[in-house]
């Protein structure tokens, strides 16, 4: 018996010196990162009543990571573990997404989904492509997101309109803070590319 409780307390007391040791150890320094694209016009009222509800972007199971992700050479792929994004990709780049359509003044509202409104449109999105590919002479971000504008109130869910968008931005400098720089310069353009679209894409109200 004694024996047993020796060795349940030489195993306490190593666990306990295990957690000291991690507690005072130097703390891990990661650094935190956001793709916040800005629109250069301002603001612009409503000119519809389009209602369009926008759904969450899916990720490519590659790229579906709070971790940067970078291209290296000879194909291979590697995470970033001290330097990520703030929330996963998918929600950053919708989040932001919603925001930039609702200031476009072409919907009368920007919803999501579990909202009681009901929507003219629904705009759906995939993030296929968000790294930094260090694969050759000249890095870069590289961006690529698909988009669709999906009629609901249709039988077959109408889509309405359909885009791949991509975009390769060099960096200024091959860090983690250029990436992140670089990446939000490509995502601004293709926001902007995908307002000018929808802008002729003929969405009527209903």
Not at 160 to 168: L, Q, W
Request: proline residues 5%; glycine residues 6%.
């Amino acid at each position: 018996m004694k024996k047993i409780q020796l060795i349940i307390f030489m195993l306490t007391m190593a666990l306990a010196t295990t957690a000291c040791v991690k507690l005072g150890g130097k703390p891990i320094d990661k650094k935190f990162y956001r793709i916040s694209p800005v629109r250069a016009e301002a603001a612009t009222p409503p000119a519809s009543d389009i209602v369009l509800k926008v759904r969450r972007m899916s990720t490519s199971d590659l790229y579906n990571s709070r971790e940067l992700i970078y291209q290296m050479a000879d194909g291979r792929i590697e995470s970033d573990f001290y330097n990520m994004y703030f929330v996963a990709p998918g929600n950053m780049l919708t989040s932001e997404l919603r925001k930039w359509l609702g200031a476009s003044g072409q919907f009368s509202h920007i919803i999501e989904p579990g909202s009681m409104v009901v929507p003219t449109y629904t705009l759906e999105g995939t993030v296929n492509a968000l790294y930094g590919d260090y694969s050759g002479e000249t890095p870069a971000a590289v961006v690529k997101l698909q988009i669709f504008i999906v009629d609901e109130s249709t039988a077959e869910n109408d889509i309405v309109f359909s885009k791949d968008y991509a975009r390769r931005e060099p960096l200024a400098e091959p860090d983690p803070q250029a990436l992140v720089k670089a990446m939000t310069k490509a995502v601004q353009d293709i926001y902007s590319e995908l307002e000018h679209d929808l802008a002729h894409a003929g969405l009527k109200d209903k």
